[in-house]
T-cell receptor, first 109, second 117 residues
Framework: GQNIDQPTEMTATEGAIVQINCTYQ??????LFWYQQHAGEAPTFLSY????GLEEKGRFSSFLSRSKGYSYLLLKELQMKDSASYLC??????????FGAGTTVTVRA | GAVVSQHPSWVICKSGTSVKIECRSL??????MFWYRQFPKQSLMLMAT?????????EQGVEKDKFLINHASLTLSTLTVTSAHPEDSSFYIC?????????????FGPGTRLTVL
């Protein structure tokens, strides 16, 4: 089975930076995804890492260390609309995604 | 591009009835579709994987006779919850994949909220 851990909740101030960590133990690792999910809506794709290192995409960056089974999602210049749940998902073999429980980020003014 | 729709977006039904949920890929052909279930404040749990024209592969603990999946075409998959009970109330989300490409990305539908009374 897959074991994916991420913090349950985080709170930050508008304009600040927040880092959401994700650790995983899995067999057949084939990539790690980060998704954003607003309440009652489907997840939307944020980032994808399959090789070690940092992927930057505007205000969002994601990092992966395969040897450590560790990833983080970095959200910069936080905006109120960034309040959402952030899901770490590991792809196993060619296609299956296993999701973490999600981290609820609350952005305060 | 890569839009996935679900219908209905929400449904309320009586205990013992069956409910069908449709998942469509609107602008691409989906060789593989996935069905997830999400309970409040929990993560998405994969229920089954379906490939067009073949039987679905169910995850451990998911009853295949209760959750019937049909993937008759490259743009449509259906999930039928048979003899629904209150514990089946959940948010059901489908995703679709083209089965190729660098990320082999899954595109998610908007979800269907099922409430069983």
């Amino acid at each position: 089975g897959q074991n994916i851990d991420q913090p349950t909740e985080m709170t930050a101030t508008e304009g600040a930076i927040v880092q959401i960590n994700c650790t995983y133990q899995t067999s057949g690792f084939n990539g790690l995804f980060w998704y954003q999910q607003h309440a009652g809506e489907a997840p939307t794709f944020l980032s994808y890492n399959v090789l070690d290192g940092l992927e930057e995409k505007g205000r969002f960056s994601s990092f992966l260390s395969r040897s450590k089974g560790y990833s983080y999602l970095l959200l910069k210049e936080l905006q109120m609309k960034d309040s959402a749940s952030y899901l770490c998902a590991v792809r196993v073999n060619d296609y299956k995604l296993s999701f973490g429980a999600g981290t609820t980020v609350t952005v305060r003014a | 591009g890569a839009v996935v729709s679900q219908h209905p977006s929400w449904v309320i039904c009586k205990s013992g009835t069956s409910v069908k949920i449709e998942c469509r890929s609107l602008d691409f052909q989906a060789t593989t579709m996935f069905w997830y279930r999400q309970f409040p404040k929990q993560s998405l749990m994969l229920m089954a994987t379906s490939n067009e024209g073949s039987k679905a592969t169910y995850e451990q603990g998911v009853e295949k006779d209760k959750f019937l999946i049909n993937h008759a075409s490259l743009t449509l998959s259906t999930l039928t919850v048979t003899s629904a009970h209150p514990e089946d109330s959940s948010f059901y989300i489908c995703s679709a994949s083209q089965g190729s490409g660098f990320r082999n990305e899954q595109f998610f539908g908007p979800g269907t909220r099922l409430t069983v009374l």
